[in-house]
Nanobody, 117 residues
Framework: QLQASGGGLVQPGGSLRLSCVAS????????MAWYRQAPGSQRELVASIHSGRDPNYADSVRDRFAISRDIAKNTVYLQMGGLKPEDTAVYYCNMRLLFSTDYDTYWGQGTHVTVSS
């Protein structure tokens, strides 16, 4: 129910914008986040956003990445700038969604980001 897009190949110093849209009969959206997993590494939190709270960022991306959301469109974005080769990873979106009585956690399928010259 989550569809991520926007990944690709970019040169160091470049920018990309990831998008992730949730579909279905959604009653409410809670926390929205982006994670990433590099080859041979564990999945790590990149950024998260929640109503009424300041966005949260991993130290490695702070001041380079910006997370935002459009609740009306059920969409979360990740604007990435100043990209470095170490940002190369599969990026996954993550949302807490309410369809009936309880919030559940959902993951997108992942979008590949490769930073290379």
């Amino acid at each position: 129910q989550l569809q991520a897009s926007g990944g690709g190949l970019v040169q160091p110093g470049g920018s990309l914008r990831l998008s992730c849209v949730a579909s279905g009969n959604i009653r409410s959206i809670g926390r929205m986040a982006w994670y990433r997993q590099a080859p041979g590494s564990q999945r790590e939190l990149v950024a998260s956003i929640h109503s009424g709270r300041d966005p949260n960022y991993a130290d490695s991306v702070r001041d380079r990445f910006a997370i935002s959301r459009d609740i009306a469109k059920n969409t979360v974005y990740l604007q990435m700038g100043g990209l470095k080769p170490e940002d190369t990873a599969v990026y996954y979106c993550n949302m807490r969604l309410l369809f009936s009585t309880d919030y559940d956690t959902y993951w997108g399928q992942g979008t590949h980001v490769t930073v290379s010259s």
